[in-house]
């Protein structure tokens, strides 16, 4: 029997700390939990979203209705637990894909959040029940998107909240710093060693191309690392020091280099799009 499994995506401007947010705080959870209820008692969800944690969904009265298992967690990027109507009796044999899981991917500039549930074809009726819950689903992730997309708790924008949101300068650098790698070993394949002076750029070329992999490589760490300090609390700053001209002197400095790089760049971008005529 094929697998029957709940498949829906929505893209939210949001980034995915905040989205991420949206899917596992409690009072964010208590906005649309209760959608699944079907007409039972109103649920909320009670985890601490940690691997192995339990996932509780609780009646009004505190009784758990629905109970599963966090099998997977990649902060801001994946969760997956399992889910089970404690009503039902048995638990039917599960594989590490079955549950809900949330998808987070970075998609320019705002968050593509992919959710699948299942596999519903393990259970009597599976098909109609997919389809409830995929009805549900349509109801839930608008209220997830408007939860994400509100600007209710930014009273004040955090360092942590400008880190987020400039990492997208170190994440595109990272591509691009990726793609020079590319070429460099792209061209590789076009020497002939055989000659000695090909021998000396092949060697020129394959170093250059693995260091370029590796500060491509670290610019995506520095900046997923900086997207994950979304929540980092506003700590206390002294005025006397923020007022110090060195603080507006480096600020206006790095504007300047910005700006350096983005005429830097629109030359670079203008003399490869030259060379791409004349080799066409």
């Known amino acids: 029997m094929p697998k029957l499994f709940v498949d829906k995506k929505i893209t939210i401007d949001a980034p995915a700390p905040k989205v991420w947010n949206a899917l596992t705080k409690r009072q964010n959870t208590d906005e649309w939990a209760h959608e699944f209820s079907s007409g039972g008692p109103q649920f909320h969800i009670e985890s601490a979203w940690e691997l192995g944690a339990p996932v509780l969904w609780k009646a009004e009265d505190g009784n758990t209705v629905v109970k599963g298992t966090v099998t997977a967690l990649e902060p801001n990027k994946l969760l997956r637990f399992t889910v089970f109507d404690v009503r039902q009796g048995d638990a039917p044999q599960l594989t590490e894909d079955d549950g809900i899981t949330y998808e987070l991917k970075k998609t320019k500039g705002k968050t593509t959040l992919h959710v699948l549930q299942g596999d519903f074809s393990?259970?009597?009726?599976?098909?109609?029940?997919?389809?409830?819950?995929?009805?549900?689903?349509?109801?839930?992730?608008?209220?997830?998107?408007?939860?994400?997309?509100?600007?209710?708790?930014?009273?004040?924008?955090?360092?942590?909240?400008?880190?987020?949101?400039?990492?997208?300068?170190?994440?595109?650098?990272?591509?691009?710093?990726?793609?020079?790698?590319?070429?460099?070993?792209?061209?590789?394949?076009?020497?002939?060693?055989?000659?000695?002076?090909?021998?000396?750029?092949?060697?020129?070329?394959?170093?250059?191309?693995?260091?370029?992999?590796?500060?491509?490589?670290?610019?995506?760490?520095?900046?997923?690392?900086?997207?994950?300090?979304?929540?980092?609390?506003?700590?206390?700053?002294?005025?006397?020091?923020?007022?110090?001209?060195?603080?507006?002197?480096?600020?206006?400095?790095?504007?300047?280099?910005?700006?350096?790089?983005?005429?830097?760049?629109?030359?670079?971008?203008?003399?490869?799009?030259?060379?791409?005529?004349e080799t066409s």
């Open 122 to 277: 393990a259970m009597q009726e599976g098909e109609k029940y997919r389809n409830l819950s995929a009805e549900i689903w349509d109801r839930v992730l608008p209220k997830i998107k408007e939860i994400a997309e509100s600007p209710a708790e930014e009273k004040e924008r955090t360092c942590g909240q400008g880190l987020a949101e400039n990492a997208a300068l170190p994440a595109k650098l990272g591509e691009v710093i990726a793609s020079v790698a590319e070429n460099l070993e792209i061209h590789l394949g076009t020497l002939d060693l055989k000659d000695q002076r090909s021998k000396q750029e092949h060697e020129a070329y394959e170093k250059l191309a693995r260091e370029h992999r590796e500060i491509a490589l670290r610019l995506t760490a520095v900046a997923d690392a900086m997207v994950g300090y979304w929540d980092l609390p506003m700590g206390h700053h002294d005025p006397e020091a923020m007022a110090d001209p060195k603080v507006m002197q480096a600020f206006e400095k790095l504007i300047g280099l910005e700006r350096d790089l983005m005429a830097l760049l629109q030359r670079r971008a203008e003399d490869h799009k030259a060379m791409l005529a």
